[in-house]
């Protein structure tokens, strides 16, 4: 697959000390839908903010379509904010109010001399609209004339008005309503069949996620643990903090339930990272070489790596069932 975004070793840390994104690498395919997802403050959003240039990286390399877009020009980078858009989790405060929905819908067209004209902007905002299921009639009316799932379609054909290579999504969907939610994401995979777009969909709901994604990053305290294929994810997560992820979800079939694996505590502060695995003070399989030496994130089976001592002792939760402490890595390929 062409790599559309190649993130290498992205670090932020805020006023010195709060490593809030610690060493992050990944990619992104044409036409792919790459989940991160993991409690809040993991670091997923600052993740985004970062390759939607917001906000600067302390370390490492944002590659788009090959080019180094922390060395790029002014102008380049004006470029390239066509081929990046962002669709927000919250749609009511990233919507103008003193905007109507036409102009919202246009704005970026007419930002970058796309329209010209009142009656151009008019028809293409019709269009754009009727693209989202929403009617041409609610061209002259105010963002606070519609509803919260109205209101994310705007947001989201409005990233597309440009036809962008790749949109990062933040929560997309986290502030409508369970009844709505179903209906935003299937609009944007929709626009994705239709436009061939790439999504960088950020989300703690793993339901969600596993209805969008083709690949799924966990992250944990700045890093990212596991990074996998839908498919290998769910059914075979390697990290104890997946499985843990993954065990809150509620299983469509009675005899499909996980076993819940009940984490204790709050995610230490991104100040004061543990030393050794970073995931070891929740843990509930943790042994002396977790607090010891940090795991690197590996391959352990196909496109799926995993950054945990044990992660070949799959599965987690029934070895916790049957209170059985996993033998290390080196042990177990004897
Ligand atoms: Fe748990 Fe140890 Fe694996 Fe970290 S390395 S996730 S502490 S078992």
């Known amino acids: 697959m062409t790599k559309l975004l190649e993130v290498t070793d992205l670090s932020k840390i805020f006023g010195g000390s709060v490593r809030a994104v610690d060493g992050v690498s990944f990619s992104l395919g044409e036409r792919e839908t790459l989940a991160l997802v993991g409690e809040s403050g993991c ?3 600052t993740v985004s903010r970062l390759i939607l240039r917001l906000t600067d990286p302390t370390a490492g390399v944002i590659r788009f379509e090959g080019q180094d877009m ?32 036409g102009d919202i819908v246009t704005e970026p067209l007419s930002i970058h001399g796309m329209v010209k004209g009142a009656r151009q902007r008019r028809e293409t905002a019709e269009t754009l609209l009727r693209a989202v299921g929403l009617s041409a009639k609610h061209v002259d009316n105010w963002p606070r004339q519609f509803s919260g799932g109205q209101r994310q379609r705007l947001g989201i054909i409005r990233a597309f008005a440009l036809g962008p290579r790749l949109i990062v999504a933040d929560e997309p969907v986290s502030a409508l309503d369970v009844s709505v939610r179903s209906q935003v994401i299937n609009i944007l995979q929709d626009m ?11 989300s703690h709901d793993m339901a969600t996620v596993k209805h969008i994604a083709d690949r799924v990053a966990v992250m944990y305290l700045g890093k990212i643990v596991e990074l996998a294929p839908k498919a290998s994810f769910f059914s075979a997560p390697r990290h104890p903090y997946s499985e843990a992820l993954l065990s809150a979800v509620p299983a469509s079939h009675p005899q499909k339930r996980r076993k819940r694996i009940l984490l204790q505590g709050d995610p230490p502060s991104p100040i004061r990272i543990p030393p050794g695995c970073r995931f070891h003070t929740r843990c509930p399989i943790a042994q002396d070489v977790c607090r010891r030496e940090e795991p690197a994130l590996a391959q352990v089976a196909d496109n799926h790596l995993a950054a945990c001592h044990f992660a070949q002792a799959w599965p987690i939760a029934s070895r916790l069932g049957e209170a059985m402490a996993p033998e290390p890595l080196a042990e177990l390929s004897n």
């Open 43 to 45: 670091g997923k959003s």
């Open 70 to 101: 922390a060395r790029m020009s002014q102008r380049a980078l004006k470029a390239i904010r066509r081929d990046i858009q962002f669709v927000f989790q919250d749609p009511f405060s990233s919507l103008d109010p003193r905007m109507t929905a």
């Open 192 to 202: 994705q069949e239709e436009k061939g777009t790439a999504y960088l969909f950020i």
